[in-house]
């Protein structure tokens, strides 16, 4: 009955916002910006001068760009929206087809950034191999 007053996807909805205020000013990135963009995200989270929800929009552009240019996809609202409720602890439901394995990168490269690691799980070794080559591209491409 209150649902009309309670927006639950309000706050990932206005982040995807942030995320796409970002994508004219990044696709104007050679691949080495990319990298050095990378870089300096991963140092100023190590350096604990930036929280990971904090950086969270351009890490997620910058994989979003990064995916454009190395699998010639681009995510879609709905996948940086399954990102971010990854990256917030939620579990996400999509269906075959629906970009699953997209929407994991940025979540995964954003955590990364911390150097503590993170782990994919799947449901097989050959998709486990397959994603990690396929994937891979992203997380090389930005070091």
């Known amino acids: 009955m209150l649902t009309w007053l ?9 982040t995807v916002a942030e995320i796409n205020a970002l994508e004219p000013e990044i696709q104007g990135f050679s691949s080495e910006r990319l990298l050095e963009d990378s870089q300096s995200l991963k140092r100023l989270i ?30 879609f609202d709905v996948q940086l929206m399954g990102g971010i409720a990854l990256h917030q602890g939620k579990i996400v439901e999509m269906a075959t087809g629906e970009g699953k394995t997209l929407s994991a990168t940025a979540p995964v490269y954003l955590n990364a950034l911390a150097g503590k690691g993170a782990h994919v799980v799947t449901v097989n070794e050959y998709l486990a191999k397959r994603d990690a080559v396929w994937m891979g591209q992203i997380y090389y491409a930005l070091g």
Not at 46 to 72: G, H, I, N, S, Y
Request: avoid cysteine; hydrophobic fraction near 40%; proline fraction near 5%.
């Open 46 to 75: 190590r350096e604990q001068e930036m929280a990971l929800d904090e950086a969270l929009p351009r890490a997620f552009a910058l994989v979003r760009e990064t995916a454009k240019r190395t699998l010639k996809q681009r995510h």
């Open 6 to 14: 309670f927006d639950p996807l309000k706050d990932i909805k206005k």
